[in-house]
């Protein structure tokens, strides 16, 4: 069954790493689409199920912000699984904290970059600050504001299938139905790559 992976706010596709992932079969990593002024996660989830047509017989999941994009775009084309990394099933697990995200207007990357990074190594942190000097400031302002707009998880009756970092400060974890990783930060995908991409190859069974 194809499997579409989306990354976290302010990153790619760069954040599964290829030789980490490459050996998991029919699942793509995508990038975010060009940010066309959408306000709301489910915006963004009906352009991307447009642009990669996915229905009904596609796994789909994410990375924190992806994660919750996945959820929508499951609900809109009935998707009967979601697969949550270090994401949300609704924005009470969100730290408060970055709910002054909404009034950083002029914020620099730097600072913000600074927020949403885990414990991860010096490679993974490089490769992070590359992603988000490619990301588009619009898109990030605008989808820092949806998430606490957000309605979660509601009425979606799909398979959750969820994996979270023990410390992750920026998404706080369930307390049930799903599998921590001992130490893991905020950036599992790269972090703890091996143990995300078994996630990901066993949730397709």
Request: charged share 20%; hydrophobic share 40%; net charge neutral.
């Amino acid at each position: 069954m194809r499997t579409i992976i989306l990354p976290g706010m302010g990153a790619n596709s760069n954040m599964y790493p290829k030789e980490q992932y490459k050996h998991l079969e029919d699942v793509s990593f995508i990038n975010w689409p060009k940010y066309d002024n959408e306000k709301a996660l489910n915006q963004v989830a009906q352009k991307i199920i447009e642009l990669y047509e996915i229905n009904s017989n596609t796994i789909i999941g994410g990375s924190s912000l992806g994660g919750m994009v996945a959820i929508e775009i499951a609900k809109i084309a009935h998707c009967q699984k979601v697969l949550l990394i270090g994401s949300a099933t609704t924005p009470e697990f969100i730290n408060p904290v970055l709910k002054k995200l909404n009034t950083f207007a002029q914020i620099t990357p730097i600072k913000l970059i600074q927020l949403f990074t885990g414990k991860v190594n010096q490679y993974a942190q490089s490769e992070l600050f590359n992603m988000f000097k490619e990301s588009e400031e619009q898109f990030i302002k605008a989808m820092c504001k949806a998430l606490f707009q957000w309605e979660g998880l509601a009425a979606y009756n799909g398979q959750v299938h969820h994996i979270h970092g023990e410390k992750d400060f920026v998404i706080f974890a369930p307390e049930k139905n799903v599998t921590i990783i001992p130490n893991g930060g905020h950036l599992i995908s790269m972090s703890h790559a091996d143990v995300v991409a078994s996630f990901i190859g066993n949730s397709k069974h």
